[in-house]
């Protein structure tokens, strides 16, 4: 949840009994599907960008070609958007609250632009100025990442129904899940000329920047800034105004009386520190074990499969063509993403957290034991191609997706912000470490090792998940806060009462 959408949430305990709720007709059904359709361009885009060195890296360091990169360069390539991101989340959070969700999206497609075109335009001639451009190129998509992405989860979030609102903020995931596939799709037709397909990329971001202009800008940042008519425009569009429906205009009405209301009662308000904040048990504990679960998710091998799927499916000893089981890796990922939503709330975070390890350590003790017994293993039919898919897939449903989903459940609301950024920033730090490390593993500890590597830290996941990962399943974000402040003992307050309640009875 991004600054704005924290200052406008309505607060229901302080306003007069209204209903603030509008009604979900055909027309703002559409509308509001419409608008986070065009609005998810941009993690398409940063998807797209984690799987493009896994397609380009064979001809990059391809010695035959004109100009080439060495190993080690190919994996600064491949790493160096990883620095950037975090610049790119602090710049996001200044620009969202300065210059609103729709403009930050533009900034985000210019970023982008300029990325693919570096890339397009690099250097025939010399080896060392297509290093350097390429890291110009990844500097770029590593802003893109984190301007384009968390813009769109803020927007889809404000402009829907809570009706469909879970759904549609999904979209931002499936985005993501959707960009990989593509690139991975785009290298499967375009093999031999990278520079064609940073060209093709290019033409998609000047296509995104030209649609986010039609997009109605968010009525609660547009209210934030006291822009009181436009935001009133906005939220009609948005939930279907019609004429002669004097129940609905009544509910917009009310809708809009609330956000104003939510809107005025945070102004002037001065919060405290985070320094200050971050030191009471609801702030710290949540903060460690985030930490702690995106350290399992990294070094788990969840992005390295993603960044070099074309890579891992040969020295995992796949027999089909290694860019179609690239392909099957976006395609499993996709269509687990879509799936998961009734899940997180059906099952609890803990079980998939722990079937999650469990799928992820069996896939990768198996692709080592192709290794280590090739003899017999070989007897499976296509044995690496069914592992690697079979990791995405476990990882889908827990490591790689649940650490994002919980931001935005374990920490309370006065520190969400800061320490959301904090926890975002060390999973790309050591996202970057993996990426840049992998290489470097395989050459020094060979294939089989690093695999079963991968799987020890995946069943080291589930004992630290038992140990320390709450559940929130079912629980407020108050009893979330309540359960790190106080522990499982629950509110000394409200022990009390229920025992003072008991004595009377």
Not at 1 to 12: F, G, L, Q
Not at 232 to 245: I, V
Not at 385 to 412: D, H, K, Q, W, Y
Request: glycine residues 6%; hydrophobic residues 45%.
């Amino acid at each position: 949840m991004t600054v704005d959408s924290e200052i406008c949430e309505v607060d229901s305990l302080t306003l007069p009994k209204r209903n603030v709720v509008t009604d979900l007709n055909k027309k703002a059904l559409l509308r509001q599907i419409f608008m986070s359709v065009m609005c998810i361009s941009g993690p398409l885009i940063a998807g797209a960008c984690y799987s493009q060195p896994s397609i380009t890296i064979d001809q990059l360091t391809d010695p035959d070609e004109p100009v080439f990169l060495t190993k080690d360069q190919a994996s600064w390539y491949a790493a160096f958007h990883t620095i950037t991101a975090p610049l790119g989340g602090l710049i996001v959070i200044l620009l969202m609250d300065k210059i609103g969700r729709k403009t930050t999206l533009i900034v985000g497609g210019v970023c982008a632009a300029i990325s693919t075109i570096i890339m397009a335009l690099a250097p025939e001639t010399s080896n060392e100025s297509l290093f350097i451009q390429l890291l110009v190129s990844r500097f770029f998509i590593g802003i893109t990442c984190g301007v384009g992405t968390a813009p769109s989860g803020a927007y889809i979030g404000e402009i829907s129904n809570p009706k469909i609102r879970g759904r549609l903020v999904l979209l931002t995931s499936v985005s993501i899940a959707t960009g990989i596939t593509l690139m991975y799709v785009l290298g499967y037709y375009i093999r031999d000329d990278w520079r064609l397909i940073s060209w093709i990329s290019f033409g998609y971001t000047i296509f995104t920047i030209i649609i986010t202009f039609i997009m109605k800008e968010s009525p609660s940042w547009l209210m934030s800034k006291g822009r009181e008519t436009e935001s009133l425009e906005s939220l009609k569009y948005f939930r279907g105004a019609r004429h002669n429906d004097k129940l609905l205009e009544e509910q917009i009405e009310n809708e809009f009386y609330a956000l104003k209301q939510s809107c005025q009662k945070v102004k002037g308000v001065k919060k405290p520190s985070f320094m200050k904040l971050v030191k009471e048990r609801e702030a710290y504990k949540p903060l460690l074990i985030l930490v702690m679960f995106f350290a399992f998710q990294q070094f788990s091998g969840v992005f390295v499969v993603i960044v070099y799927a074309v890579q891992i499916s040969v020295e995992a000893g796949v027999t089909i063509d290694p860019i179609l089981c690239a392909i099957f890796i976006g395609l499993a990922r996709l269509i687990t993403t879509i799936l998961m939503s009734p899940f997180i709330d059906k099952l609890g975070r803990r079980p998939l957290a722990f079937c999650s390890g469990f799928g992820m350590a069996i896939c990768m003790f198996t692709l080592a034991s192709n290794t280590w017994f090739p003899e017999t293993m070989s007897e499976i039919p296509l044995l690496p191609v069914v592992c690697i898919n079979g990791f995405i897939v476990a990882s889908t449903l827990g490591l790689m997706t649940l650490p994002f989903a919980m931001t935005a459940e374990l920490f309370p609301q006065k520190i969400k912000g800061p320490a959301t950024g904090i926890v975002l920033s060390s999973g790309v730090l050591m996202c970057f470490i993996n990426i840049k490390l992998y290489t470097i593993m395989v050459a020094s500890w060979g294939k089989e090792n690093m695999f079963a590597f991968y799987g020890a830290i995946s069943l080291l996941s589930i004992v630290c998940c038992y140990m320390f990962l709450p559940e929130t399943k079912g629980k407020t974000l108050q009893e979330i806060e309540e359960h790190f402040k106080f522990g499982k003992s629950g509110n000394p307050k409200e022990i009390e009462m229920k025992e003072k309640e008991n004595l009377f009875k």
